[in-house]
């Protein structure tokens, strides 16, 4: 019998989710079937109930469902803990297992796609929303010499940063046996002056509405990555980047590395995700 899988959002016509399992499942040989599926914005919970009732084996969550999700799963992984929130929910005997595969699809886009390290660089994370919390503690592991958490609100910064301490401090031994992590500080966007980074990740919703970010050249250090998180478009944050001389990539390559990751999780196989990437850039 053909497994069902499904990515769960609202909106989520635009998802390119179908066709990257789609490719994953004919790859490597997985009996499976993949759709987009609108929930009503206040029935998430039905909505996956529903599917599990459909034979449902397994959902990919998007805006703006995943806090919800983290709530609905019965068992969570570490870094679905710390975040906050899940993007990944397994269905099995057990209930629902719910994870967060957002920030291993940064850190393999940045280390394989992009060829970064980021180990010992400085790191700045503008945004204190969701997608900034599910990428932290893949980012803390890595072990930068600094994160930076900058947001319009400092407060809101603030906030995020020592709730991640907070977490941090309950992970489970066999989450991480190395040194001490970092931890991360934070600011509001109006502090940056003056400061310098090797990698900048843009994790707010700005380039939606083309609103540039109030940052100041100087964020971006010789030889820096800027990350744009958002795909599929030129955002403001892009093109200052590109002006002050930094390496720029958008966010569809950690699109396809996280559905990678939540892939293995279904289906105990590790897709090949470079030619996933390329027939979606159209190279």
Same mark, same amino acid.
């Given at each position: ?55 449902? !084996? ?128 934070? !600011? ?7 400061? !310098? ?22 964020? @971006?250090?010789?030889? !820096? ?11 403001? @944050? ?46």
């Amino acid at each position: 019998m053909t497994d069902k899988y499904a990515v769960i959002g609202n909106p989520i016509v635009h998802s390119q989710s179908p066709r990257i399992h789609a490719m994953f499942a004919r790859q490597t040989g997985q009996d499976m079937t993949y759709e987009a599926m609108l929930a009503p914005l206040d029935d998430f919970n039905a909505t996956v109930r529903s599917f599990i009732q459909a034979g449902g !084996c397994g959902a990919n969550v998007t805006v703006p469902f995943k806090e919800e999700a983290r709530h609905l799963a019965t068992r969570l992984s570490a870094r679905a803990r710390v975040a906050g929130a899940s993007n990944t929910l397994l269905f099995d005997a057990e209930g629902i297992f719910g994870d967060n595969t957002d920030g291993v699809g940064l850190l393999r886009d940045v280390h394989q796609n992009l060829g970064h390290n980021i180990a010992g660089i400085r790191v700045l994370l503008i945004g204190a929303g969701g997608a900034a919390r599910g990428v932290i503690l893949p980012l803390l592991l890595e072990r930068p010499v600094q994160l930076v958490i900058a947001n319009r609100s400092a407060q809101k910064a603030q906030m995020l940063a020592s709730q991640l301490v907070s977490a941090m401090a309950d992970l489970p031994a066999e989450t991480d046996s190395g040194p001490p992590l970092p931890a991360p500080t934070s !600011c509001g966007l109006n502090e940056l002056a003056g400061e !310098c980074f090797d990698l900048v990740i843009n994790a707010t919703s700005t380039g939606l509405a083309d609103k540039p970010l109030d940052i100041p050249d100087s964020v @971006f250090a010789p030889g !820096c990555l800027a990350y744009e998180m958002m795909y599929g478009r030129q955002t403001p @944050f892009m093109a200052q980047a590109h002006s002050a001389k930094a390496q720029v990539s958008d966010g569809l390559g950690m699109l396809v590395e996280q559905a990678a990751e939540a892939f293995f999780l279904w289906r105990g196989v590790q897709p090949d995700t470079l030619p996933v990437l390329k027939a979606l850039r159209g190279t």
